[in-house]
């Protein structure tokens, strides 16, 4: 079992940067890859970013590329989302999740998810 809480999420404006943090419990942090995904209102969940688990590979939603970078910390249990250059259309509520199983980029494939932190940006 894998237990993931966020933190980092507020209010921004438009052009700023924001940090997401997901911890981890158990001891088989190091053995999952992460994903990030997003929430608008009136949306569906959409995929914003992936790291395995040593951290060596990286995969990132066309939308994100160039603005934000997922990160991890294997010793910290805990997995980064830096966020810049944010624009309105980002907002939404942003999850961690673990596990995936053939992809990273289907939220239906990961087997944890924390309860989410809300990102807003301003005009």
């Known amino acids: 079992q894998v237990q993931l809480v966020e933190s980092g999420g507020g209010l921004v404006q438009a052009g700023g940067s924001l940090r997401l943090s997901c911890a981890a419990s158990?001891?088989?942090?190091?053995?999952?890859?992460m994903g990030w995904f997003r929430q608008a209102p009136g949306k569906e969940r959409e995929f914003v970013a992936a790291i395995s688990w040593s951290g060596g590979s990286t995969y990132y939603a066309d939308s994100v590329k160039g603005r934000f970078t997922i990160s991890r910390d294997n010793a910290k249990n805990t997995v980064y989302l830096q966020m810049n250059s944010l624009k309105p259309e980002d907002t939404a509520v942003y999850y961690c999740?673990?596990?995936?199983?053939?992809?990273?980029?289907?939220?239906?494939?990961?087997?944890?998810w924390g309860q989410g932190t809300q990102v807003t940006v301003s005009s």
């Open positions: 999740a673990a596990d995936p199983g053939s992809s990273y980029y289907l939220w239906s494939e990961y087997d944890y």
């Open positions: 158990g001891r088989t942090f190091s053995s999952y890859a």
